[in-house]
């Protein structure tokens, strides 16, 4: 097996990295400052001018829309070769969105470019791709268990030549940011079939269209995450034209698996960047800073938790990798199990090489001043987008008792 990245992937890397050094790291005091600002202003989800300087700088170095394998409107690198990338951008949390391959934005492009038609392409895929407006994914919802999506409520009934929407939305990450100007809505158009996998659509709802209502800003464990944030929606018979469904009626399910893979390559990847980036603060600390008359990085709990946080790194890039390759070379669907195992891992991992990180730290960890705590904010909430851990765990399970039935 050849663990060597291509010489295109290579060049990449370095030119990623220097991007990172010489732009994006300096830049995210000047973010966060930007956005407390305008929180003080009275409006915290405005654009930050620091972000669109960095997606200028990004765009003019090449350094833009790196995803979308087995695509002429990307860069044309294949799950594997985008990995590594994705790792690097995940060492900084405004990285993503300043190369234009942030959450859910991606996500979504690919369903565009996977399943819209020409004319959707046109109207969405196009300024998206040119960083012009955002998306959002409506899918989950507060009144069922939205982990099996089967359970999902909003109707979406047609009436002639519109669809007429119905439901609540939650957690529709990235839909308060002022620039999200569409939404990719999953609702049932059959609940009566007996097939519980065809009862799904997906539909595409401007966000001003009326009928449309955000309730409320959802922040994760105190963190409102504005810009981008997450919001909650009612949709109050809701008129889009037919034109406005995604690859047909009944299609749901099977846009969103197709969708999510990916998605979940690029969280682990992101996961391992943060958890790197966080061994290298928990190394520094320990040799700076001195506790019972010798540094902290003599002491043996933290040699040992340096040693199981760079095993644990490895393992999970490993997993990522392998997942990668297998999407790459098999499909989405025959690599479904490792891509379960790297959804269940790689969060997992970076969870507690935050947490050894914070200790290191001391009280600092848990301030804002070395964004430790943030980071294990987002980290805890990745075991729950895309599919919590209990329905992965409860995937590779079935596919390994399968072997012996």
Known sequence: MDFDYSPKVQDLQARLTAFMEEHIYPAEAVYHAEVEANRKAGNA???TNIMEQLKVKARAAGLWNLFLPESERGAGLSNLEYAPLCEIMGRSWIAPEAF???APDTGNMEVFERYGSEAQKEQWLKPLLAGEIRSAFA????????SDATNIQAEIVRDGDEYVINGKKWWTTGAPD???????????????????????SMILIPLDTPGVTMT?????????DAPHGHGEFTFENVRVPVSNILLGEGRGFEIAQGRLGPGRIHHCMRLIGMAERALEAMCKRSLSRVAFGKPVAEQGVTRERIAEARILIDQARLLTLNAAFKMDTVGNKVAAKEIAMIKVAAPNMALQVLDWAIQVHGAAGISDDFNLAFHYAQ??????ADGPDEVHRNAIAKQELARYQ
């Not at 899918?139 to 939205?146: F, H, I, L, R, Y």
């Not at 980290?379 to 729950?384: H, V």
Request: with cysteine; proline share 10%; glycine share 4%.
């Open 100 to 102: 234009n391959c942030n």
């Open 45 to 47: 989800w405005v654009a």
């Open 216 to 224: 409320r800003f959802l922040p994760v464990f105190g963190y409102d």
């Open 379 to 384: 980290a805890r909430t990745l075991r729950f």
């Open 139 to 146: 899918m989950t919802e507060p009144d069922v268990a939205s």
């Open 178 to 200: 002022p620039r999200c100007k569409i939404l990719i809505f999953m609702g049932k158009t059959d609940p009566t079939n007996p097939n519980r996998h065809q009862q799904q």
